[in-house]
Structures are given as structure tokens and as C-alpha cells.
């Protein structure tokens, strides 16, 4: 069964410094695509990296990489230079991508709290 | 260009009652998919939709049910509501069923179930 597991129910982290959220993964599936969302107060989940199974690079956006370790299944992310709007809940999330269909699965969250 | 919307933003049911959320994609896109997010927890998925046909359903019982319409809007519907159907629901819109694209997530509708 696929599982997806974030450790850390919370962490602080100061302004302009880096931070590295943790997500692990467990599938037995070849093709499958990690994805990293932000969840601020108001609840729309704002979408911001992507990384396929077969990607050799790890994907950045901004701000934001996303560390891709395959043979330890984990895809953790990072923020660099930590802003105030980045304290939110962050998802981890994994589609599988034999399914035929486009549903996510979650992990339970981290919430991080930028203090400035 | 407008992002996914979802109505209404928040309500309020008691239980027993039945209750239709709405939800438009971004313009272009032809899946929709729902999910729910109980306080404390990742969303769940409840069913995806593609082309006016179901894709995908998660393990949710058959008070829950969905449609998608010719313009690619969908509604969910949940019947005899519980205590536990109080979540925030998520819906997502993308570009095709499956393979490489990305979910983009609406503001999602609050209800609670008294």
C-alpha cells in the first residue's frame, strides 16, 4: 500500500534562513510524482513543486527545491531565505501514476512558523 | 485568468440533512477532482471526474456522489449527514485524467454538520 509520512507536526525556523521539510514515501510502483503544497489559514491549497519518479534533477521553483533521494524514497523540501508569508501548513503528496486516474495522496502536514 | 472556484465559501447543516457543493475549474481544464480535509489532517480524495465521467473514487460510502457537467463544473452531493462530514471539501482542477499534470486546488467550502 502507498503511504506517505511527514515527521515533523511543526517547525520554526528564523527569517532569511533556510529550512528543510521532511517526507518519505512507501510504493512499490515505478512511475509516480511527488508534489508540495502550502496550505495558509484561509485553506486553498497552493500548489508549488513538482518532481517526477523519473526526473533525474532535483525540480526547483523559486525558493523552493525539492531534494529527490529515490533509493530513500524521500522528497523533502526546501525553502530558502524563509519570508513572514511563508508560515503555513505544508502537504506532501504523491500521485500514482498507473491508476488511470489523477488522485493525490497526502501526508498529515507540517506546520511551519517563520519568526522574525 | 481565473483560478478554481468553489461555492458556497462556508455552511452550515444539521444532520440528516443533504448538501450540494459546486465547484468550476480553470478555464481549459477537463478534470475535476474532490477532496475532504477533516481539521488536522491531508486532504482526502473522494472521487475524480473526467470528460462528464468518473475517474476515480475514494474509500467514502455511497452518501457521497458527484457529477460533471458539459462545461466541465462539477457538484458534490452528501446525503444524511453525520457529525464527521464536518471538513473542509477541496476541489481540484487539471488538465487531463492522469499522467504528468498538476492539481490546482480551489478555496474549498466549510461545512459543518451540527
Known amino acids: 500500500a502507498q503511504k506517505i509520512t511527514q515527521t515533523q507536526p511543526g517547525m520554526f525556523v528564523q527569517e532569511k534562513e533556510a529550512v528543510t521539510l521532511d517526507c518519505t514515501y512507501d510504493?512499490?510502483?515505478?512511475?509516480?510524482?511527488l508534489f508540495w503544497y502550502k496550505q495558509p489559514s484561509s485553506g486553498e491549497m497552493i500548489f508549488l513543486i513538482y518532481q517526477g519518479s523519473y526526473d533525474e534533477q532535483n525540480a526547483t521553483e523559486g525558493r523552493y527545491s525539492l531534494n529527490f533521494q529515490k533509493a530513500r524514497k524521500s522528497a523533502n523540501l526546501v525553502i530558502s531565505a524563509s519570508q513572514l508569508g511563508d508560515s503555513a501548513m505544508y502537504f506532501c503528496?504523491?500521485?500514482?501514476?498507473?491508476?488511470?486516474?489523477?488522485?493525490?495522496?497526502f501526508g498529515t502536514g507540517t506546520r511551519l512558523t517563520v519568526i522574525p | 485568468d481565473a483560478g478554481v472556484t468553489q461555492s458556497p465559501t462556508h455552511l452550515i447543516k444539521t444532520r440528516g440533512q443533504q448538501v450540494t457543493l459546486r465547484c468550476s475549474p480553470i478555464?481549459?481544464?477537463?478534470?475535476v477532482s474532490w477532496y475532504q480535509q477533516v481539521l488536522g489532517q491531508g486532504p482526502q480524495f473522494i472521487f475524480q471526474y473526467y470528460e462528464k465521467e468518473e475517474r476515480g473514487r475514494g474509500n467514502f460510502p455511497d452518501r457521497f456522489s458527484a457529477r460533471q457537467f458539459p462545461n466541465y463544473s462539477s457538484e458534490l452531493n452528501v446525503n444524511a449527514l453525520l457529525l464527521g462530514d464536518s471538513a473542509l471539501y477541496l476541489c481540484a482542477s487539471s488538465g487531463i485524467a492522469g499522467g504528468g499534470e498538476t492539481q490546482y486546488f480551489g478555496p474549498g467550502t466549510r461545512l459543518l454538520v451540527l
Open positions: 478555464s481549459g481544464h477537463k478534470s
Open positions: 503528496a504523491m500521485r500514482f501514476d498507473q491508476t488511470g486516474a489523477n488522485n493525490l495522496f
Open positions: 510504493t512499490s510502483d515505478q512511475s509516480y510524482g
